[in-house]
DNA sequence: CTTATCGGTTCACTATATGAACCATTGGTT
DNA sequence: AACCAATGGTTCATATAGTGAACCGATAAG
């Protein structure tokens, strides 16, 4: 490991509960020497990587972050990280994935990827807006909302688009206790006949559920296998895309890496 | 200058307008040699700093850089940053100072400071509300709004506080002019009788003006030699707490770096 | 086929990073 | 007051890690 790689592995000592950090302290956490952590320090220091807190004399996070964070937010678009992520994500399954984000108080899907695999396959249009309480991408971003949004969208009337959605807010308010526990959403023939869908939550940089990633497939091509593995690669990707987007995952996020 | 920094300065020099740079034009920029760019390059990208676009081979900022801001934005509150250079303003002026942000379409007066050095100065409110038409401050952050807010504040009915008060939408987009040719505002008895002060505006990550640092002076206090004092002190630390607060100025504002 | 680029790699050389031991302060305990 | 255990910061002989000219293979243009 280099000299540099080890400088900036200090940065990521910084978190939510430890924002200052003293020379000693930060010593202990990387298992180096103190000289060599100072000297480093001080070249953070210099490039505005971190400062030195007025009060104390620990350091703390730098301004030059926002200026870079900014650029890269302006040169790469959400869609373009979600795209490579779905990409991604349907040629590994061998399935549709899509990408779909909370604008304002509808979700909307942004992008999505077809896996070319089968004859058959789920088809998307563009810019599809997809019901929050039909969908499992719905589910998911209703499970992970704050209450009072939660509340707001159980509270309009449930549209029926097959004979299995779910339109009664108690039995819908349950399945996003379930949600919550599991970590995602499963729906089969919610929001169009024969179409059977994953979902996972995405995050943006205050752990506020910001849209969903997805996978839909064909009722009749699910079995246990392709379950499991749409499982883990949903597991795998939609924390890679809400770290790509700059988003934290709450604490409370189930992760269960290696689900079977 | 260490490795650490050498490496660090090399994010420097993305920006908007060039957001990918190719190994050979980052060796270029840097003036080091290919290899040694090469290695940094490979660190900072393990460290997620910079990643390579999927289609060219060329760098871009990478995402650690989100979460790594976002920590910052959540550790260090914008009042903090203003309140230092608040402090560091009226230390070397004399005068009183304050920063105010825009909040919805209000300014508020979020922190200040006073000198100490005379008997006579400016007093401020806790959180006192500018008027947009009647304080430099406001000056300063109308003229560097979009056209569709000035137009929506000239078009309310402008309240005279003294008598020279500009109450004449005509006369006060007239002077805005002036506000962004010269780079900040002066006013002397708009808003308080005998009491002169400079503004410089502040900006966001977008380049939008969200606020204005000012320095507000006893009329009787005004001498040429304090103006330039001033307003030195003003262009120097506008653009530092901009900075500080991960802001970009746009192009088109003036740096008098050397005012006289 | 030649001649530019490009991104990336090699390896002798040396500049740079390292860490044990060292200050000077601070705050708490006896 | 004296002592101890922290703190942030510094020194300097040692050796590790960084450097850069020259190289490679690929791609594109003339």
């Known amino acids: 490991m280099g000299t540099v790689s080890k400088a900036l592995s200090l940065l990521g000592f910084f978190s939510r509960s430890r924002s200052l950090i003293g020379l000693s302290e930060m010593a202990r956490l990387s298992r180096m020497n103190k000289a060599t952590v100072h000297r480093m320090l001080n070249e953070l220091q210099a490039e505005g990587f971190v400062e030195q807190s007025g009060t104390g004399r620990e350091y703390r996070l730098g301004p030059a972050l926002l200026r870079l964070a900014a650029l890269r937010e302006a040169t790469v678009p959400r869609r373009d990280l979600a795209q490579s992520v779905v990409d991604d994500l349907a040629a590994r399954t061998g399935e549709t994935a899509h990408a779909s984000f909370l604008q304002g108080e509808v979700l909307s899907t942004i992008t999505y990827a077809y896996a070319h695999q089968h004859g058959l396959q789920v088809t998307m249009e563009d810019a599809e807006i997809l019901p929050l309480h039909a969908t499992s991408s719905g589910h998911v971003v209703l499970a992970y909302s704050d209450p009072a949004f939660q509340k707001a969208a159980l509270a309009t009337a449930l549209k029926s688009y097959t004979d299995s959605t779910i339109t009664d807010a108690k039995l819908l308010q349950a399945k996003l206790a379930d949600v919550r526990t599991s970590g995602f959403a499963e729906a089969l023939s919610a929001f169009e006949t024969d179409v059977h869908t994953h979902a996972a939550p995405l995050f943006d940089a205050n752990q506020a559920c910001i849209g969903a ?23 795998e990707a939609a924390p890679r895309l809400t770290r790509l987007m700059g988003g934290f995952l709450p604490t409370d996020y189930a992760r269960k890496d290696a689900a079977e």
């Open 213 to 235: 990633l997805a996978i839909a497939a064909p009722a009749a091509r699910m079995t246990p296998e392709l379950r499991s593995l749409i499982r883990n690669a949903l597991l």
